[in-house]
Antibody, heavy 124, light 107 residues
Framework: QVQLQESGPGLVKPSETLSLTCTVS??????????WSWIRQPPGKGLEWIGH???????NYNPSLKSRVTISVDTSKNQFSLKLSSVTAADTAVYYC????????????????WGQGTLVTVSS | SYELTQPPSVSVSPGQTASITCSGD??????TSWYQQKPGQSPVLVIY???KRPSGIPERFSGSNSGNTATLTISGTQAMDEADYYC??????????FGTGTKVTVL
């Protein structure tokens, strides 16, 4: 079964760029059946979709974060990555990667499975 | 922007039925998914496409969606069902959006 694992620095300074990688095992990011997503959850708060990428490199981002987000895919390493620039304390959160399943048509998709998540704290 | 609203908390006695609502404009015209999140763990999909259960999810979990409200129902609630539950849908203005979350307490 597919498993996802996030990795990256747990502490980032304000105004710098947050960088995380999600490694996929038991499946391939090259699969044309799925999108690969990032979702975050501030401590004690709800979930926020950040964006997703298709194996071809096509992306879709949350409009509220679009100016600061870049998601990329490395099919040779079976990984996809997140970069969030100009971070502030408001970006402190647990960051999850997840597979987006469904027909491929926006609207009838769901997130499954999720990685275990990684806490990123923005602080000087 | 599109918003999904859930009650902050729901309490239920063991063996009874818990109903968790998710409200949004014309939500019944969209597909809704539901996720269970236990403390310190990542979310787990329990319902997709309004009412479908992934393999491994107990039959006591069911879903429905009509009008402006989607509902997750847990029949014969067990102590292990105590968790936070989030609904999720897609809207052309906001893309993927999650509900505000509901904490289910089994008393």
């Amino acid at each position: 079964q597919v498993q996802l694992q996030e990795s990256g620095p747990g502490l980032v300074k304000p105004s710098e760029t947050l960088s995380l990688t999600c490694t996929v095992s038991g499946g391939s990011v090259n699969s044309g059946s799925y999108f690969w997503s990032w979702i975050r959850q501030p401590p004690g708060k709800g979930l926020e979709w950040i964006g997703h990428i298709y194996y071809s490199g096509s992306t879709n981002y949350n409009p509220s974060l679009k100016s600061r987000v870049t998601i990329s895919v490395d099919t040779s390493k079976n990984q996809f990555s997140l970069k969030l620039s100009s971070v502030t304390a408001a970006d402190t959160a647990v960051y999850y990667c997840a597979r987006l399943c469904g027909s491929g048509t926006e609207g009838d998709n769901w997130f499954d499975p999720w990685g275990q998540g990684t806490l990123v704290t923005v602080s000087s | 922007s599109y918003e999904l609203t859930q009650p902050p908390s729901v309490s239920v006695s063991p063996g009874q039925t818990a109903s968790i609502t998710c409200s949004g404009d014309k939500l019944g015209d969209k597909y809704t998914s539901w996720y269970q999140q236990k403390p310190g763990q990542s979310p787990v999909l329990v319902i997709y496409l309004d009412s479908k259960r992934p393999s491994g999810i107990p039959e006591r979990f069911s879903g429905s969606n009509s009008g402006n409200t989607a509902t997750l129902t847990i029949s014969g609630t067990q102590a292990m069902d105590e968790a936070d539950y989030y609904c999720q849908a897609w809207d052309s203005s906001t893309a993927y959006v999650f509900g505000t979350g509901t904490k289910v307490t089994v008393l």
